[in-house]
């Protein structure tokens, strides 16, 4: 069965890249701001404020928080959505990938939705991109633990090489007694 494109799937291509600079990592959710949500989707930061404010009840905790001032102070200073000397009206809401899903119904516009679901692949990318990442982390963790086991083993093989090279150099040192030919030197 062949999937169906609508015709704004062809119509909105944000470019990925242009997406992932938007997922922040804050309170140790990755997140879209809702400044940045409201350029992507094309509307207002007001209107999507109102959107949001007149449907609270579909976005728990887990799907957005409103930033603190410092946090915004210090995303403003990382992101750098506004110029030189602008103060921001209003503290910008943080929206986890459920949030930014739960965003698109309320949104409603077919921009929305299809920036939206631009938005969930990118997430599910990132996600992909950290498990295969973990996987290399054990796979590195499982292999650094054997060579420093192989370290350990090598170092008492040198430490055991090195007490025989000792013992041999003693042997070596110590006069010999007893009666010697003249064809063996002394």
């Not at 799937?9 to 990925?16: M, S």
């Amino acid at each position: 069965m062949a999937i169906r494109k609508s015709k704004h799937d062809e119509q909105i291509l944000l470019p990925v890249e242009r997406i992932e600079r938007r997922i922040y990592l804050i309170r140790g959710e990755k997140v879209m701001l809702s400044v940045d949500l409201a350029k992507l989707y094309g509307v207002s930061q007001k209107r999507l404020n109102e959107a949001v404010k007149r449907n609270m009840a579909r976005f728990p905790r887990d799907f957005m928080f409103q930033l603190t001032n410092e946090e915004a102070k210090h995303s403003r200073s990382q992101i750098a959505t506004m110029k030189r000397g602008q103060n921001l009206k209003y503290l910008p809401y943080a929206f986890t990938e459920q949030g930014v899903a739960m965003l698109s119904a309320v949104l409603r516009s077919s921009t929305a939705i299809a920036v939206s679901i631009q938005i969930m692949r990118v997430f599910v990318r990132l996600r992909r991109l950290l498990a295969s990442n973990e996987h290399f982390r054990r796979r590195l963790k499982t292999l650094e633990k054997h060579l420093l086991d192989h370290d350990q083993k090598f170092a008492a093989v040198f430490s055991a090489l090195d007490q025989l090279m000792d013992e041999t150099t003693e042997d070596e040192n110590k006069s010999k007694i007893g009666f010697q030919t003249e064809s063996e030197p002394g």
